[in-house]
Nanobody
């Protein structure tokens, strides 16, 4: 069974850090681009960060550049999102997704999605 499972969300104060993990089962990550999206109720998913399927190039939304870092460990079937200097506007449900495009922030390009993990930034 193909599955992505996110973990690492929670409540953090502004300026704090969290590390999200996305672990795959039922398939390997080697030929997939992996992206993190976030979504608020009633809104479309927003691409946050992507790591390409080809050469590991990373991409970030302007709103998180310099604060978030995406990385992958194919041997452990896991992709990480290190989030530093968190702001209240980063509060959302975060999803990881796997797709066979080289990279994309378009949700329709992704075949597999996790169930999401809540990130809340509040004092």
């Amino acid at each position: 069974q193909v599955q992505l499972v996110e973990s690492g969300g929670g409540l953090v104060q502004p300026g704090g850090s969290l590390r999200l993990s996305c672990t795959a089962s039922g398939f390997t990550l080697d030929h997939y681009a992996i992206s993190w999206f976030r979504q608020a109720p009633g809104k479309e998913p927003e691409g946050v960060s992507c790591i390409s399927s080809t050469d590991g190039t990373t991409y970030y939304a302007d709103s998180v550049k310099g604060r978030f870092t995406i990385s992958r460990d194919n041997a452990k079937l896991t992709v990480f999102l290190q989030m530093n200097s968190l702001k209240p506007e980063d509060t959302d449900v975060y999803y990881c997704a796997a797709g066979t495009s080289s990279w994309s922030f378009g949700p329709n390009e992704y075949d597999y999605w996790g169930q999401g993990t809540q990130v809340t930034v509040s004092s």
